[in-house]
């Protein structure tokens, strides 16, 4: 698959919406939770979030947007958020190439990148460990799932 990654913009909020709604749907139903952010997240504040200068990077196969990842960063830190890969399109490398793709264009006083998924989320906690985040701790989310950080060093 000739899958091309490049940045997000304003133009592709609703493609985004789409894809992440999509890929969230296994985590909604694992913790039986139907009000994950990432599922309640509107066009509107996806549109806004794609206008800030943080980075925001898609996988594009052909015209089609087939993944998608973005980041917010405060200070030395970068978080990895809504990390969304179309269902009919999981498992052939775009996940670890957009998170390979997201660290890579941390900003340069980043010193440390992170994100959080579900304790039970087992696949997801593998992939992330084999992209070389470590746990760095728990806590319980704002909908009552216990999620686990993980975190990475930027050399």
């Known amino acids: 698959m000739n899958v091309h ?21 296994d985590e909604a139903r694992r913790y039986g939770a139907w009000d994950l952010p990432p599922l309640k997240e509107t066009f509107d504040e996806i549109k806004a979030h794609l206008e800030e200068s943080t980075p925001a ?11 998608s990842v973005r980041s917010r ?19 052939a490398g775009i996940g670890r190439r957009l998170l390979q793709a997201i660290t890579a264009h941390a900003p340069l006083d980043v010193r440390v990148v992170w994100l959080f998924t ?16 470590v746990r760095a701790g728990e806590r319980i989310d704002a909908v009552g799932i216990r999620c686990v950080t993980l975190e990475q060093k930027v050399i």
């Open 5 to 25: 990654i490049g940045p997000l913009h304003p133009m592709h909020a609703g493609e985004v919406l789409t894809i992440q709604r999509a890929a969230y749907l």
């Open 73 to 91: 960063v405060e200070g030395d830190r970068m978080e990895v958020s809504r990390l969304a890969v179309a269902p009919d399109v999981q498992g």
């Open 118 to 133: 579900g304790a039970e989320s087992d696949e997801n906690l593998r992939f992330y460990e084999s992209a070389g985040f």
């Open 57 to 67: 990077l898609g996988a594009f196969y052909g015209q089609r947007l087939i993944g």
